[in-house]
């Protein structure tokens, strides 16, 4: 294989074509001289609105990330961490290292009392912030109920409350989801009433401990199958609220967000949830067998086309005072559906030949299941067996186990999967349509929010190879072994089904006269138990007709 045959991750985009530099680019125009407020900044959504933002609108003020200590590190610490990751490169050699001082740390924490702020802080804020992008929430969709609560929806109320005191406040941007009001099979663009009061949910669960908050948690969810979209759902009802009573607010409820399709970085994820994950899963040879029909889909949209949606919504509120369209979905499946089936067809063929995964314990492979009890079957035979099977190993040679554990956290990811997968919803998404036509030729060109010429494999080879290099830190330089062992793969799997299916028709064959004859005997009772049942279904029958037929006496 020649060096041309190893895939690039580095990526400049398109230059905007010279016909449209004339064209004003309305959508920078809203931000500018304008102070942010970013919550959920160091999350994969929040990272990309911030490079979006920096990159087409320099000459906004100041962006303000509410952002918590963690993991021994400061505020300000984290802040430039995130602007080492290589999400950042384009913004850098197109607007230089100094655009990173726009951005400024606020120490404070969403889940906390008054969002844990000093009383200098908050009135920074105050006095200085225009909109608020609020993003942050847990995403964890098995995340204790009380947890949840206090970050997503408290949060949520807190960060409005603020918004009501500050000084030069404009909008404040709702990031909700499209997966909120799961009873809804189709979702309108308007307002639904939360399930219950979100302010007595939260009260109860400052009241209680996280124990007792989980004994009765089922009770609470009531339909909903986790605490991320029941949570959600209070947050939007909070949302409502202050919409209601005249605070400027909109709602966006992005469906799955996936991987830059794209701009700046084709591919490029900071996790592995969604079809990233199923795909890296597959790839590595670790999940054979899924429960879901795979002729149904979910609704993705990529993470750049979601943050232009959400500048889109931002411009259209206060570049164009458009008051009424106050809640908008940032989903594709009215326009693009791609089964589950296609994602897997798509992914077993770029993982195979020509982007593998290194070290794959076996080749990819499996199918999806619509049979539960089939699919639990596969899970003991394919996931389980052979991951005890080879820890055993490991832990022979000396290492540490880790595939039980992986498994695990595979069978906790499909208790997820399995509900949104088998279940079916439609999003309207007419006020996209509507931003479509109000763009003109550049904002379309920068702030793109359709799919014309989209080419999925290729999407998905750049997803593939983006997590390859960003979240398995596989090097594009290892993509020679990586095939050599996939070929390696595929001539043990082959030799392994060869194996199996000789010892079946061995065992067949050497049993034959034994198997004959109890299929012999399985026959000739069901045959006696035919005619028994028939012979004395023809005497009730005679009997019955002799006993029901009128005599006539002469």
Request: with cysteine.
């Amino acid at each position: 294989m020649s060096v041309d045959d190893i895939p690039k991750p580095n990526y400049s985009p398109t230059e905007l074509p010279e016909e449209l530099k004339s064209l004003p680019d309305r959508v920078s125009e809203t931000l500018v001289g304008k102070t942010l407020l970013i919550t959920g900044g160091s999350g994969f959504l929040g990272k990309v609105l911030i490079e979006k933002i920096l990159r087409k609108s320099p000459s906004v003020e100041k962006i303000y990330l509410l952002m918590r200590a963690k993991k021994g590190k400061e505020p300000k610490q984290r802040v430039e961490e995130l602007f080492s990751s290589p999400l950042f490169d384009l913004l850098k050699s197109q607007r230089g290292l100094s655009i990173i001082d726009k951005v400024e740390a606020v120490n404070g924490d969403v889940s906390l009392p008054d969002l844990g702020l000093s009383p200098e802080h908050r009135q920074l804020l105050i006095d200085n912030v225009n909109i608020i992008f609020h993003g942050a929430a847990t995403i964890r969709f098995d995340e204790p109920l009380r947890k949840a609560v206090l970050l997503n929806t408290r949060g949520t109320k807190l960060m409005l409350e603020l918004a009501t005191k500050m000084k030069k406040f404009q909008l404040f941007v709702h990031i909700s989801t499209s997966y909120c009001h799961l009873q809804e099979k189709v979702l309108e663009e308007k307002a639904y009433p939360p399930p219950t009061d979100p302010h007595k949910i939260i009260r109860t669960c400052e009241l209680m401990s996280e124990e007792l908050v989980e004994t009765v948690a089922k009770k609470i969810l009531g339909d909903f199958p986790n605490s991320y979209a029941y949570t959600k759902c209070l947050s939007e009802g909070i949302a409502v609220e202050h919409m209601n009573a005249g605070l400027p607010v909109i709602i966006l409820r992005p469906s799955i967000v996936i991987p830059i399709w794209k701009e700046p970085l084709p591919g490029w994820t900071d996790n592995i949830n969604g079809p990233t994950g199923l795909l890296i899963g597959a790839g590595k040879g670790v999940i054979r067998t899924m429960y879901c029909d795979n002729q149904g889909y979910a609704d993705y949209l990529p993470v750049d086309i979601t943050v232009n949606g959400i500048l889109l919504a931002t411009w259209n509120y206060l570049g164009l005072n458009d008051t009424e369209r106050t809640i908008s979905h940032l989903t594709s499946s009215m326009e693009w559906q791609v089964s589950w089936q296609e994602i897997i067809d798509m992914g077993k063929k770029i993982v195979t030949e020509k982007i593998p995964l290194n070290n794959a314990v076996w080749y990819p492979g499996g199918s999806m299941k619509k049979s539960k009890l089939l699919h639990q079957i596969c899970v003991l035979l394919f996931h389980m067996i052979p991951a005890y099977f080879l820890d055993s190993i490991i832990m022979l040679s000396g290492h540490k186990p880790i595939l039980c554990r992986v498994q695990e956290r595979i069978n906790k990811g499909f208790e997820v999967f399995e509900y949104y997968a088998n279940n079916q919803w439609e999003f309207r998404n007419d006020q996209i349509h509507y931003m479509r036509k109000i763009m003109n030729r550049r904002e379309r060109f920068e702030y793109k929010i359709d799919g014309e010429d989209m080419d999925l494999y290729k999407y998905f080879e750049d997803c593939i190879l983006a997590a390859r290099i960003y979240i398995l830190k596989e090097m594009p330089d290892t993509l020679p072994g990586a095939r050599r062992h996939m070929r390696i793969m595929y001539w043990v799997d082959f030799f392994t089904k060869c194996l199996f299916y000789g010892l079946v028709m061995w065992f067949f064959f050497s049993n034959s006269s034994s198997i004959l004859n109890f299929v012999l005997g399985l026959f000739k009772f069901v045959e006696n138990a035919f005619w028994y049942l028939l012979s004395g279904r023809s005497s009730s029958d005679a009997s019955s007709t002799a006993s029901s037929t009128p005599t006539l006496e002469l």
